[in-house]
């Protein structure tokens, strides 16, 4: 059992060190560029000998191209053992906002109220009784207001 405990604390170690990699990576990215650019470089990381830069949104995209030259130079500045020679710029796609819809309650009306206070009489059940009147009176206040 130990061995297979020591196998697992193994690979976690090694996936907490390229997740730090991937953040030092992500690091040396943002703070290369224009403050209000920052923010929407939301990973970095390198394939062979290309530099992937991935953004939230297409429009960015533009303006992070003319920062390209600049930051593969700063890359293999930083990480000459990766040899990065190229750029890709990829745009994560976003999931939309859930659409929300209002739900349009209509309060029972006087009618209701008056069925409900009646099948309150022959239920069996006293909760059930009892919260049939309770619904039945307050259906028949809001339908005053």
């Known amino acids: 059992m130990k061995p297979l405990l020591n196998q697992a604390q193994g690979a ?14 992500l690091e040396v990215g943002q703070d290369s560029l224009p403050l209000d650019l920052q923010p929407h470089l939301i990973g970095v990381s390198f394939e062979k000998n290309t530099l992937l830069l991935q953004l939230d949104e297409s429009i960015w995209a533009t303006q992070l191209r003319f920062y390209e030259p600049n930051l593969l130079g700063i890359y293999q500045e930083h990480f000459p053992h990766l040899e990065l020679r190229t750029v890709k710029v990829h745009v994560l796609p976003q999931s939309p906002e859930p659409v929300r819809t209002k739900k349009i309650i209509t309060p029972p009306s006087n009618e209701d109220a008056e069925q409900m206070l009646e099948m309150s009489k022959n239920v069996k059940s006293q909760g059930l009784s009892k919260a049939l009147k309770s619904l039945s009176l307050r259906a028949k206040k809001n339908a005053r207001n």
Do not use: E, I, R
């Open 12 to 25: 976690l170690k090694n996936l907490l060190a390229d997740a730090q990699l991937f953040q030092a990576l």
